[in-house]
Structure formats: structure tokens, C-alpha cells
């Protein structure tokens, strides 16, 4: 326990299936309580939510082929704070609404919102002449709408809401000798990328 109930958890289990296969499980947890006032809306900003997490499992069908397999994730629900307002909207005096430190008069809670997960396979197989065969294909995909308000010197009260979503798809291919072989390694690499940001001021 830390300042403003801050509070960590981490925790990571490995589990030995077989001979030929094992898992291994991690997580983490970050909580801690905000300490910036919004008087408007009663709650307090500059929060702290965030769970990751992350699973891998490793399968060794013969001692030439082997397979890695992953998923990890992260989900973050912050109430966030850029800066604390000097002044009122056009800058001629000091806020008369949260003139304390710590303390924002905003109509709403700025909130950072972020869900990311992610996908991996390794194939890798190693013929008898010393010869590579390896195959990464992966997949992620982020989800991080945000909703913020601003006060600046001289300039009017803005508010902003951001929403974006990616998705992107890297795939690799290579072949490969033995270091010791003359022939040169060969790779091919691909990646598909999709990323949606629509957003409103």
C-alpha cells in the first residue's frame, strides 16, 4: 500500500504439462486512488486502473520442430488531468471556480480508456543438414478512446474526445543454414496495418 492507496500486484505461475510441453502465466495490477479535485463532478482525477496480462505456451513435438504460442493483453480506465487551469477561459483572471491547488471545475471527467491484446505463433524447425525453416505471424489490436478538456492562457475553453482503433497483422517467413554454411540466410517480412481515428472537438 502506497500514496493514495496506491496498490501493486504481480504474480507469474509456470506449469510444466509435459515433457514436450509448458505454459507460463503472468499478471499484473496497478490501482491508486486519484488526488486532483473536480468540485463540479464530485470525483477525483488522475486515477489509476491497469491490468495486463500475458500467457505463453511452448510445445516441443521432436527435437527438430518446435512451437511458441502467446496472447497478452492490457486494459487501462484512467481519469486523467493535463494541467490544472491557471486563469479563466480568456486569460484575464484567476479561475473563480477551483482556485484551490488540486482543485479543476470541468463539466465531465477527462478519461483515458486503452484495451490492447495481441496474438503470436513461432513455428521453428531445424532439418538434419543444418537447414532453418522459421514462421512468426502475429496479430494486435488497440482500442484507446479519450475524452479530455483543456483550459489555456488567452485562448477559449476546448474540449476533445479522440476514439481510436488499430488492428495490424505482422507476418515473417525465414530459412536459414548452419553458421558455419556458406549459403546466405533468405527472409521474408509482411505486415498489414488498419488504424481508425475518428474524433470530435
Known amino acids: ?18 515433457d514436450k510441453v509448458a ?6 495490477k496497478t490501482d491508486r486512488d486519484g488526488y486532483i479535485d473536480n468540485i463540479t463532478t464530485g470525483n477525483e482525477l488522475d486515477t489509476k486502473d491497469v491490468l495486463a ?21 492490457l486494459s487501462a480506465d484512467n481519469k486523467i488531468l ?8 480568456y486569460g484575464v483572471m484567476i479561475t473563480p471556480f477551483a482556485p484551490k ?14 484495451d490492447v491484446s495481441g496474438a503470436m505463433m513461432d ?9 532453418t525453416v522459421k514462421s512468426i505471424t502475429g496479430y494486435r489490436n488497440t482500442d484507446a478512446p479519450t475524452a479530455m478538456r ?14 481510436m482503433t488499430s488492428n495490424s497483422s505482422p507476418r515473417s517467413f525465414r530459412s536459414s543454414r548452419h ?16 488504424t481508425q481515428t475518428p474524433y470530435a472537438m
Open 101 to 114: 491547488p488540486r482543485q479543476v471545475a470541468f463539466d465531465f471527467d477527462p478519461t483515458e480508456k486503452r
Open 53 to 73: 496480462y500475458r500467457a505463453q505456451l511452448r510445445i516441443q513435438p521432436t527435437d527438430q520442430f518446435e512451437i511458441n504460442l502467446a496472447y497478452d493483453g
Open 1 to 18: 500500500m502506497g500514496n493514495y492507496n496506491l496498490r501493486e500486484f504481480q504474480g507469474m505461475l509456470n506449469v510444466p504439462i509435459s
Open 150 to 163: 483543456q483550459t489555456m492562457r488567452r485562448s477559449p475553453l476546448s474540449s476533445s474526445i479522440t476514439a
Open 82 to 89: 493535463v494541467g490544472e487551469p491557471l486563469t479563466d477561459p
Open 179 to 194: 553458421p558455419m554454411a556458406r549459403s546466405p540466410t533468405w527472409v521474408a517480412f509482411t505486415i498489414t496495418n488498419k
Open 23 to 28: 505454459a507460463k502465466v503472468s499478471v499484473s
Open 123 to 131: 513455428l521453428n524447425y531445424e532439418f538434419a543438414n543444418g537447414f
